[in-house]
Every structure is written in structure tokens, then in C-alpha cells.
């Protein structure tokens, strides 16, 4: 089975017109686009779907009111093409204040919160979250 990885779109890179860019960049990276989809969740979605990764940091609070009641837009992607170690450095460091200009973050986002982009660090984590925002016939799917 190839592998997938699950990108979100945050609100503050879709307010700045950056979807079609961000979704190039990936694309030019050698990731192919499988699913897109937009989605408004409530509070208690965001907390659900950070809650593994984030709840004990700082901004765990901060990071569910920006992705509350607002779009994002969700993205699955094939990724045989390059490793999840690649995908993270595409997409850069989380605070986009310090990402490298060349990063997705570093040219989209603005701060540790409104960074641009969120993608599954994992093959482990992109399962949980396609399947989450997308069902787990969408992960098991061949492309």
C-alpha cells in the first residue's frame, strides 16, 4: 500500500489566497494530491484531532481557537515519492518565525500558531488522521 500523509490548510494561509501555492509546492516536492476537502469544526473536533500531539504544550489552547468555527481545508496526499523526514523539512519548523524561507511555513505562516500548514509527522499519525477527516476507506483506497 503507498504511503499517504494528511495536510491541513489552516485558516490563516486560506484568508492570505495561499491554497493553490501551498498545494504546488507540494505537488513540485513529488507528493501527488489524493483528496481534498474543506471543513468548519467545532471546538471540541479541534481538541480531538490535536489532543495526541499538542495537549501538554503551551499553545494547545491557542492552536484550538484558531482552527474553531472557521475553514480549513484537508488534503490527502501519496507520498512514495519522498520520506516524512523530507516532508518536514518542506514544510519547515512549527514556529514559521524561525522556519527557513524555502520551508512552506517559513513563506506562508507568521508565528508558532498561524503557521500555514499542519502534516501528519508519522505514517502511524497520518492513518489516525485520514481516517479521521476522511474515513479509513479513503486511507486503505490504492491510488
Not at 499517504?4 to 498545494?23: E, F, R, Y
Not at 516536492?29 to 481534498?36: E, F, H
Not at 467545532?42 to 494547545?60: H, N, P
Amino acid at each position: 500500500m503507498q504511503d499517504k500523509v494528511l495536510v491541513i490548510i489552516k485558516p490563516d494561509a486560506i484568508q492570505a489566497n495561499c491554497v493553490g501555492t501551498i498545494i504546488a509546492d507540494l505537488e513540485r516536492a513529488g507528493l501527488w494530491l489524493l483528496r481534498i476537502r474543506n471543513f468548519c469544526l467545532i471546538r471540541s473536533q479541534v481538541e480531538q484531532f490535536l489532543r495526541k500531539q499538542y495537549q501538554d504544550s503551551t499553545y494547545f489552547d491557542n492552536m484550538c481557537e484558531h482552527l474553531s468555527d472557521t475553514q480549513i481545508i484537508a488534503c490527502v496526499f501519496g507520498i512514495n515519492r519522498i520520506t516524512y523526514r523530507k516532508l518536514k523539512t518542506l514544510i519547515g519548523t512549527e514556529d514559521a518565525e524561525i522556519a527557513t524561507d524555502e520551508s512552506i511555513r517559513g513563506k506562508y505562516g507568521t508565528s508558532l500558531v498561524t503557521n500555514a500548514v499542519y502534516a501528519s509527522p508519522t505514517k502511524t499519525q497520518a492513518k489516525a488522521d485520514i481516517c479521521l477527516f476522511f474515513g479509513e476507506d479513503v486511507y486503505n483506497t490504492e491510488y
